[in-house]
């Protein structure tokens, strides 16, 4: 299997590298320049020339492409023509409130899904099998970004038992309980919508996997052994069927991703997916190249995560 | 004579699928023909009240009747920020997107077909190849791609957009098809049409893109469906139709004003939940071919 992973990892490399090449190349071709906003009715156009001349502006864009690549892989991705700092500080900022928000999405999605799967597989062809089913098409077919209006107005401004915009109320201190939960507080609703578009493939997944396993000789043996349903469905069945779902982890991650955009525009939320529309708004460049090469990577990460837990977890499925 | 016994041939193996089975698993489950009925209607009413509509004047700004409610002065669904009807706007949207969703899927499943077939018929490196391509442009970060090459276009409108969708979404169909034609390019008739001398053109698209027929018709439903989303979601964020092109997307994309969320509910939640009914519907649908053409899979 390491050698699997080895394999995997080093063709990484030429992706990323092709990435790099096309994302740098269509984001050249962007129009206007970052120094097009700094003009002014008082500022001296030499002066804005100037600036041009002395980024490298005027440069062939390879020798362009070759200094960037060069920097990014020291970690230096240049300056935030908007924010006035370096590009790899403010998407790190950013990057650590899109990771709480995933890692709560992420919870929401196990916490929602496996007893919702269960039992649905457990109660199978009954009302509540059924509503289920229905839940879990719902919830594939709505688009992330009406899902996260529809519960922004419900919940924020209907019953405005939730915040509608920003990480933490102001005034509170950095480190105390308070300011923790108040975190948590504003995470909830926006976490609550990914996590609720997530649910479906484990669903339908642990769905079938119980319905199949209820007719499999181990637990035959064990009904048969006297022992009550109950405890076979929490130790046997569970076992056997909740490990492969580890192995959703990589696709929930890269499906909160996608999503993120939306929610994050949508719940006013300072992350990744909101500064991307943001620097898109604002000819941002350098930090669009460096957040779509972050993408990029996360999304590639998933996947092989995916086949590494899949691999480890379920022998039958065993990647070579 | 060649073509005569290779047609033969084609049906002794054809599967005993068509429109029986289908027709069967829709009177199944009623709320598959219930979705079916109800798409239809939907998608009818939209397109004749488009045709009828006289767009300029749903579009022309009236600012006295700014934010009037529904059912006030005649405006069934209220009016938005400039005084535009609603219903208006929801029919015009409703009939961009649903055509540039219905174009796309049309352009991306050619094309996914073609590359599919080709790719699972002939196998070895060019399968290898392409394979290795497909896999790359999966793991891209489509959405943003998607803003970015939108943000260059100068001018760009529903043509470049069409194009733009179709680029990306001929992927995971191409995939599909491939693994069917891997499986059915090995069958016994194939061979048969190969040492006849019928040319791997027809045989490719004569011989073995009938029997794909019904996984066509799955996923060809299915990516309506999402190409639905994928052209709303960008007009949300402001990257898909022009602001003068109304699309649902555009609609709902006004909510992003908290006044309007709040308290002018009437402007986009409609068409949001438009977007969801066509979405669930079109998705019902998708669900019952799928079981119709997977026997394991159907009801009766």
Redesign the interface.
Same mark, same amino acid.
């Given at each position: 299997m390491w050698k699997t992973v080895v394999r995997r990892t080093i063709v990484m490399i030429p992706?990323m590298f092709?990435?790099s090449l096309i994302?740098f190349i269509?984001?050249k071709?962007?129009?206007g320049d970052p120094f097009t906003g700094l003009i002014t009715p008082e500022t001296d156009p030499s002066r804005i020339e100037e600036l041009r001349i002395q980024a490298g502006f005027y440069d062939p864009w390879y020798v362009q492409y070759y200094r960037w690549i060069t920097n990014a892989f020291q970690g230096d991705f240049g300056q935030s023509y908007t924010y006035k700092i370096a590009v790899s500080t403010l998407i790190g900022e950013r990057a650590l409130n899109t990771f709480w928000l995933s890692l709560l999405s992420v919870i929401l999605v196990y916490l929602l899904a496996i007893p919702l799967g269960m039992l649905a597989g457990r109660k199978q062809d009954t009302f509540l099998d059924k509503s289920i089913i229905l839940y879990s098409? $719902?919830s594939?077919?709505?688009?992330?970004?009406?899902l996260s209006?529809?519960f922004? =107005?419900v919940f924020g401004?209907r019953f405005m038992w939730f915040p509608?915009s920003g990480t933490v109320d102001v005034g509170l201190e950095s480190g105390t309980m308070a300011y923790f939960w108040n975190k948590i507080y504003h995470l909830l609703l926006p976490a609550m919508t990914a996590a609720i578009l997530g649910t479906t493939g484990i669903i339908q997944y642990l769905r079938s996997e119980i319905i199949d396993a209820k007719t499999q000789d181990y637990v035959k043996t064990a009904r048969s052994k006297g022992i009550p349903i109950r405890r076979i469905y929490a130790r046997h069945i569970f076992r056997n069927s909740v490990l492969p779902i580890a192995a959703f982890l990589g696709f929930t991650i890269t499906g909160l991703?996608?999503g993120s $955009?939306?929610i994050e525009?949508?719940y006013g939320y300072p992350g990744m997916g909101e500064l =991307?529309?943001s620097s898109?708004t604002s000819r941002d460049y350098s930090v669009?190249t460096a957040?779509?090469m972050l993408?990029?990577f996360l999304?590639?990460l998933g996947?092989l995560l995916s086949d590494i837990i899949m691999s480890i977890v379920d022998p039958r499925i065993r990647i070579d | 004579m060649t073509q005569q016994t290779y047609e033969t041939n084609m049906m002794e193996n054809s599967p005993p699928t068509g429109i029986q089975v289908v027709l069967r698993e829709f009177k199944k489950d009623k709320v598959a023909m219930f979705s079916f009925f109800g798409v239809t209607i939907i998608m009818l009413t939209i397109f004749i009240a488009a045709w009828m509509l006289n767009q300029e004047e749903v579009l022309k700004i009236n600012l006295l009747e700014r934010y009037t409610e529904p059912g006030v002065n005649g405006y069934i669904l209220g009016a938005d920020e400039a005084g535009r009807d609603v219903l208006g706007q929801l029919i015009i949207g409703a009939k961009n997107s649903l055509l540039i969703a219905i174009w796309v899927t049309v352009i991306a499943n050619i094309i996914g077909i073609a590359m599919g077939i080709i790719m699972g018929y002939y196998s070895g490196i060019v399968d290898n190849v392409m394979m290795r391509i497909i896999d790359f442009i999966i793991t891209l970060p489509t959405l943003m791609i998607f803003i970015v090459l939108v943000s260059i276009i100068p001018e760009y409108g529903v043509l470049e957009l069409v194009i733009i969708i179709s680029a990306f979404q001929w992927i995971g169909i191409a995939r599909l098809i491939r693994s069917k034609a891997l499986s059915e390019g090995r069958r016994d008739y194939v061979s048969a049409s190969k040492t006849m001398g019928t040319s791997d053109i027809a045989i490719m698209f004569k011989g073995l893109l009938p029997n794909l027929s019904s996984i066509l018709i799955v996923e060809f439903t299915l990516s309506l469906a999402g190409n639905i989303g994928i052209e709303t979601g960008l007009s949300f964020l402001g990257f898909g139709l022009p602001p003068s092109t109304p699309s649902l997307g555009t609609l709902v994309s006004y909510a992003r004003n908290p006044l309007v969320l709040a308290d002018k509910w009437w402007v986009w939640l409609p068409a949001s939940l438009l977007i969801l009914v066509l979405m669930l519907g079109i998705n019902y649908i998708g669900q019952a071919f799928r079981r119709a053409a997977d026997a394991k899979q159907r009801l009766g």
């Open positions: 992706q092709i990435l994302i269509l984001a071709q962007m129009p098409f $719902i594939f077919a709505i688009p992330t970004f009406v209006l529809v922004l =107005f401004y509608t991703l996608g $955009i939306f525009t949508i =991307f529309i898109i669009i957040l779509i993408y990029g999304a590639l996947s | -």
